[in-house]
Structures are given as C-alpha cells and as structure tokens.
T-cell receptor
Framework: DTAVSQTPKYLVTQMGNDKSIKCEQN?????MYWYKQDSKKFLKIMFS???????INETVPNRFSPKSPDKAHLNLHINSLELGDSAVYFC????????????????FGAGSRLTVL | DAKTTQPTSMDCAEGRAANLPCNHS???????VYWYRQIHSQGPQYIIH???NNETNEMASLIITEDRKSSTLILPHATLRDTAVYYC??????????????FGQGTILTVHP
C-alpha cells in the first residue's frame, strides 16, 4: 500500500488550461502539504492543511487552489496554467502538530510532473 | 530557521561508511536537526532527526557535536541505492508552521562500485 499517493504522475497541458492533481494518504496523519520542485531542483512549500483547515499559504498565486475534502485528501487545482508552473509537485503528510517531535517528519508522495506547453 | 551549509557533492565506495557533514552554527536551543534524502525521480524521504544526543535508526546514525553547531549523517555501509541528494534541515519541532521545511541545495552523494 502506497502511503502517500498522487495522481497523475505526469501531466502535459497547454497554457491557459485548468488542471488538478489529487493526493491521498493512508497514514492517518492530520496534516497534508503541497511542495513544488522547480527546474533548479529547489523544493519549496506551497500549502499545508491540518484537519481540512489551511495552515500555511506561501505567497502562492491565486490560480493555485488547494482543496481538502477530508483529512486524508488534499487536491491541488491550478487555473490558467502558465509556462512557469512547469515543475514537479509533491504531496506530503505528517502527524498532527501536537505531536511535536513528529511534526516535521513528512512522508512524501512520488511527485506529479507538470509540463505546460 | 537556522541556515545550514553542506558540501555540494561527495563520493563513497560501496560498502564503506558515508559521512555527510552539515554546519548549522546559528542553531537555536529548540531547533532539531533533520535529514532527508531524495533519490532521483522520487519524493524526499525522511532519514533521521535529533536535538543534541546522537541518534541511530535502521537507516543511519546522526552525530551532533556538543556545541550543536554541526552534525554528521553516517550511512554505515553505503550501497548503490544510497546515491541521492541529502538535505540537512534545522527546524523547531512544533510552532505554527510545522512541516514547513526549507530544503537547500543539499549534498549529492554518489556511491560507486
């Protein structure tokens, strides 16, 4: 069983389109994240949700909208895709922040490579 | 979060110990040292973390100096599958933005036969 699963793994689309990436975790974690890894391989956090509530929003354009229907799912919807959105997007999860020592022990998914043409 | 400094790249022979250093001279008393790695085309993987005592798990050992200004990740018997980018991250355990990890450039470890 994959702990953190993302779909699709690859996504190629045209500028201006709207696309979604789905993420599910079966670890029972309360917190989920989206990270972005750009072409220079830098990994940066975009969002985090704790029990379906937005905790971190790192100055991400409004075109990016995360949605958490329940604490096991965190989807990322991107409107009006731009060339600069091309990257690998990683979903991750961790135990609730109340479990202090585990709060920064993240389990990452395999990534979703988005290519905008 | 404290800034970390790691060598850009390191080599290691298969079967030998890989010792990956990290400097974090501005670390605060409540900040932990976390190590993650990213194997090519995969997501980052948590390895180990510690506060001030040395730590060991099934993957690696973490040695933190007494003044906590530097640490070393040790892979005791490196295999080809340990070839990856290794990230040293310093972070408080909780706080309002837990899980917000700052990944630097890391150390590219290449294990060769």
């Amino acid at each position: 069983d994959t702990a953190v699963s993302q779909t699709p793994k690859y996504l190629v689309t045209q500028m201006g389109n709207d696309k979604s990436i789905k993420c599910e975790q079966n670890l029972g974690h309360d917190t989920m994240y989206w990270y972005k890894q750009d072409s220079k391989k830098f990994l940066k956090i975009m969002f985090s949700y704790n029990n379906k509530e937005l905790i971190i929003n790192e100055t991400v354009p409004n075109r990016f909208s995360p949605k958490s229907p329940d604490k096991a799912h965190l989807n990322l919807h991107i409107n009006s895709l731009e060339l600069g959105d091309s990257a690998v997007y990683f979903c991750a999860s961790s135990p609730t922040g109340l479990a202090l020592l585990g709060a920064n022990v993240l389990t990452f998914g395999a990534g979703s490579r988005l290519t905008v043409l | 979060d404290a800034k970390t400094t790691q060598p850009t790249s390191m080599d290691c022979a298969e079967g030998r110990a890989a010792n990956l250093p990290c400097n974090h001279s501005t670390i605060s008393g409540n900040e932990y040292v976390y190590w993650y790695r990213q194997i090519h085309s995969q997501g980052p993987q948590y390895i180990i973390h510690g506060l001030k005592n040395n730590e060991t798990n099934e993957m690696a050992s973490l040695i933190i100096t007494e003044d906590r200004k530097s640490s070393t990740l040790i892979l005791p018997h490196a295999t080809l599958r340990d070839t990856a980018v290794y990230y040293c991250i310093v972070r408080v355990a909780g706080g309002t933005s837990y899980g917000k990890l700052t990944f630097g450039q890391g150390t590219i470890l290449t294990v060769h036969p």
